[in-house]
Structure formats: C-alpha cells, structure tokens
C-alpha cells in the first residue's frame, strides 16, 4: 500500500470557501489519504458546510474555544497519523495530481523533509493573477542551503499548501512555535530543511488565494512593522540555533530586502486582492 498522508485544513469562519477547498483534496489521484479539518469555534456557517460532505476519509474536528492560529496549526498536526502530512489553510486549492507527484518525490527519496511544488495565485473569484515559483533548481536541494537563501533574499518555501511534510521529521523538529504569531510556517520550513534535504517539483500543483482580509493580506497592508518585527525574530532565532551562519551584517542586509518587498508585495495587493 502507498504511505499514508494526512492532509489537514485547520479552519475559522472560512464558509465561503472551506467546500471548494475539501472538494480540490477529495478529487486528489492519490488515494491513500485522510482529511483532517479542525474548526476553531467559527461563528459561521463553516461547519454545517463540512457536515454536508459525505466521504469516509473526512475527519471534522470541533474546538470548544477557539485557539488561534499557532494552537489550531498544531492541534492539527497533533491529529495526523499518515506518514506524510499537507497541510492546507481553508482557502486555498490543490491541483488532482499534487499529492501524487510529490508523496512519489518523497518516497523515492529518504533524505527529503520537504517536497515543494509551484504555486498559482488566484484572486477571490479563483480567477489567476500570478504565480510563484519555488527555488529555481529542480529535484533535490540542500536544505542548509535553501534554509540561508530564504532567510537571506525571500522565502522560497513559500505557504502551507505548497509543501508535503515527512511526518518522522517534523516529529523531531518540533511543530509550530507559539513565539510566531504570523510567519511560524517560515520557521517551521527552515527547521525542517535545516535537518534534511528538500525536492522541488517546478509545476503549479496548488492555488494560493489572495485577499486583503487573509492573514497574508492584513500582514503585508496595516501590519506590516509587526511582520518586520518578527523576520527580525527569525532571522535572530536561526543565528542563534548556529546550524545556518548568519552575522549581524547579513541581519541587517536581509532586512532591508524584506522590508523593500513588503512594499512590492503590498502594491501587488492593492491591484489584485479585494
């Protein structure tokens, strides 16, 4: 039998596209899969949609009181059982071969912690406005390597949605650290890379949504000095750890490059986001 692999949608009043987002993984080739979807208390309609769905590999779970983003994240993970683990945030899409081609990348390569694929981005319609690329290398990269690079010029490991995790590895790195209120899927890619290798499939296999009342969106706009605040709490975390060598003057040099493109991405919102 194929390795199992979870796939978990943690979710929070996401009624407007939380169907459209199961339905992308229950299409999926791959069929050895369970679908972990954990609601954080949401005041919507989130979960009568969920409950509507009727597929033996879905697995709702309800949170008594909501636990934030770092609790629900890890709440999911805590869940899983597969040997491989996707997780999805409730608004974004998977193409029907994503788990297939890269469960296949990550069972034909034991070293690998991380297989990343391409990513389409869509507006709030799902209509296409762009795309983002991982690394420019294809196949396997070294993660210390990929693990400098991001941390230095941009992240190239990129959402959630992008990346199937291999489940023994994250068991001895840790899940996600509450010390992160919004880039703690940055730190986990890098601790995860950092302790392996990573494989990068150059295909658009999932759909990030963009939307300026996303998480992403409210960042990048009216938070922008926190999302500063806290690559300059990564960038300190990772030096200090010692497996990336990082110096002061590479600190300030990442910076200035991550606060130039907050800007780019923040105009990219404003023409494409609503």
């Given at each position: 039998?194929?390795p199992?692999?979870?796939?978990?949608?943690?979710a929070y009043?996401?009624a407007?596209?939380?169907?459209?987002?199961?339905e992308?993984?229950?299409?999926?080739?791959?069929?050895?899969?369970?679908?972990?979807?954990?609601?954080?208390n949401?005041?919507?309609?989130?979960?009568e949609?969920?409950?509507?769905?009727?597929?033996?590999?879905?697995?709702?779970y309800?949170?008594?009181?909501?636990?934030?983003?770092?609790g629900?994240?890890?709440?999911?993970?805590?869940?899983?059982?597969?040997?491989?683990?996707?997780l999805i945030?409730?608004?974004d899409?998977?193409?029907?071969?994503?788990?297939?081609?890269?469960?296949?990348?990550?069972?034909?390569?034991?070293?690998?912690?991380l297989?990343?694929?391409d990513?389409?981005?869509?507006?709030?319609?799902?209509r296409?406005?762009?795309?983002?690329?991982?690394?420019?290398?294809?196949?396997?990269?070294?993660?210390?390597?990929?693990?400098?690079?991001?941390?230095m010029?941009?992240?190239?490991?990129?959402?959630p949605?992008n990346?199937?995790?291999r489940?023994?590895?994250?068991?001895?790195?840790?899940?996600?650290?509450?010390?992160?209120?919004?880039?703690?899927?940055?730190?986990m890619?890098?601790?995860?890379?950092c302790?392996?290798?990573?494989?990068?499939?150059?295909?658009?296999?999932?759909?990030?949504?963009?939307?300026?009342d996303?998480?992403?969106?409210?960042?990048?706009?009216?938070?922008?000095?926190?999302?500063?605040?806290?690559?300059?709490?990564l960038?300190?975390?990772?030096?200090?750890?010692g497996?990336v060598k990082?110096?002061?003057?590479?600190?300030?040099?990442?910076?200035?490059?991550r606060?130039?493109?907050?800007?780019?991405?923040?105009v990219?919102?404003?023409?494409?986001?609503?």
């Open positions: 039998m194929e199992l692999v979870s796939v978990c949608i943690p009043n996401n407007d596209y939380i169907k459209e987002t199961v992308s993984v229950l299409r999926q080739t791959y069929q050895n899969l369970e679908l972990i979807v954990v609601d954080d949401s005041t919507d309609h989130t979960v949609i969920l409950e509507s769905i009727q597929d033996e590999r879905l697995k709702i309800h949170n008594e009181k909501n636990l934030g983003m770092v629900n994240w890890n709440r999911c993970l805590e869940l899983a059982t597969g040997d491989y683990v996707k945030c409730a608004d899409m998977i193409a029907s071969a994503a788990i297939e081609k890269e469960a296949n990348a990550m069972k034909k390569h034991p070293s690998v912690n297989v990343e694929s990513t389409r981005l869509v507006d709030i319609h799902g296409r406005t762009g795309q983002f690329r991982r690394y420019p290398k294809s196949g396997i990269v070294d993660g210390k390597k990929l693990a400098k690079i991001s941390l010029i941009q992240d190239f490991y990129g959402a949605v990346n199937l995790i489940r023994s590895a994250l068991k001895r790195t840790g899940g996600f650290d509450p010390a992160f209120t919004y880039i703690l899927d940055f730190d890619w890098l601790r995860l890379s302790a392996g290798d990573v494989y990068i499939i150059h295909e658009q296999l999932n759909s990030f949504r963009i939307r300026n996303s998480n992403t969106g409210v960042l990048i706009g009216e938070k922008r000095d926190i999302y500063n605040g806290e690559h300059r709490k960038l300190e975390k990772h030096a200090k750890a497996v990082i110096t002061a003057f590479e600190i300030r040099l990442s910076m200035m490059i606060k130039l493109r907050n800007i780019a991405i923040g990219y919102l404003k023409i494409f986001a609503k």
